[in-house]
């Protein structure tokens, strides 16, 4: 599955940077977050509940930043195991650059899983892709004590 978006957020880009790399933000921000936390300068480890319906198998992952550029870009690499579920695992480009008022935060992401994961989750995430990543941003921002709107083409 392929992913992308383009947010507006109402913070100078040193501000959303830093919020990117703040552990507690990002538990706020993911749903279902039980731990995350830095286990070396560019690893984060986490555990995730997630609401599969009759199920909420929790995953636990690592996550990896590569390709650094500080306040301005990375790459986020991550591996979960969901058990017998199976494993997933994606990718995502992230890139911060000022705009009037605030930060553009642009993403491009690709994941994949395995077995019953894969199964499960085209059929609850499918056509709502869009909103979870929305919520996450929304979510993301609050955590930071901001704002975040969906951006489209025409507004840059």
Do not use: H
């Not at 509940?49 to 199920?55: D, E, K, P, R, Y």
């Not at 986020?76 to 705009?99: F, P, Q, T």
């Not at 994949?112 to 059929?123: D, E, H, R, T, V």
């Amino acid at each position: 599955m392929d992913f992308g978006g383009r947010y507006f957020l109402r913070a100078e880009r040193l501000a959303v940077w830093a919020a990117l790399n703040d552990a507690a933000v990002l538990k706020a921000a993911i749903p279902g977050c039980k731990k995350i936390e830095w286990v070396a300068e560019d690893q984060l480890e986490l555990e995730i509940a997630v609401n599969l319906g009759v199920m909420k198998p929790v995953f636990a992952g690592d996550l990896f930043l590569s390709a650094i550029t500080p306040a301005e870009r990375y790459t986020l690499s991550g591996k979960g195991r969901g058990g017998l579920l199976g494993l997933a695992e994606g990718s995502a480009d992230i890139v911060l650059r000022d705009i009037a008022g605030g930060t553009e935060l642009s993403f491009s992401a690709t994941g994949g899983a395995s077995g019953q994961i894969m199964k499960m989750g085209k059929a609850l995430i499918g056509n709502s892709a869009q909103k979870v990543i929305d919520g996450f941003f929304d979510r993301f921002a609050r955590a930071m004590g901001t704002t975040a709107q969906p951006l489209d083409e025409a507004e840059t």
